[in-house]
Nanobody, 121 residues
Framework: QVQLVESGGGSVQPGGSLRLSCAVS????????MGWYRQAPGKARELVAA???????NYADSVKGRFTISRDNAKNTVFLQMNSLKPEDTAVYYC???????????????WGQGTLVTVSS
């Protein structure tokens, strides 16, 4: 079974920083893309940032210049450094991974359980 374990969420004041991490268990697959999504109350889930295995990164316009996504392929871990946090960043953040299984090259999407980020004064 594949598991994505997130950590780093919490409560912070506007302008503060948080660093999220997500570790993916398993060794029978390669991780093609890792990313972070978020869902605020009453809002649809949206892509925050993603990084491909080759290093290509994508960010939502609302977080460009403030958030940085990175990954450690050897440790199957993805990070999201969040700086200059705003109240509108408040949401549950979900880790996502696109897995390519070695045996049959089946692609599977995996999700973490979510970690809450609250930005308020």
């Amino acid at each position: 079974q594949v598991q994505l374990v997130e950590s780093g969420g919490g409560s912070v004041q506007p302008g503060g920083s948080l660093r999220l991490s997500c570790a993916v268990s398993g060794s029978t697959f390669s991780i093609q893309t890792m990313g972070w999504y978020r869902q605020a109350p009453g809002k649809a889930r949206e892509l925050v940032a993603a990084v491909r295995s080759g290093g290509i990164r994508n960010y939502a316009d609302s977080v460009k210049g403030r958030f940085t996504i990175s990954r450690d392929n050897a440790k199957n871990t993805v990070f999201l450094q969040m700086n200059s946090l705003k109240p509108e960043d408040t949401a549950v953040y979900y880790c996502n991974a696109a897995l390519d299984y070695y045996r049959d090259h089946k692609y599977v999407e995996a999700w973490g359980q979510g970690t809450l980020v609250t930005v308020s004064s």
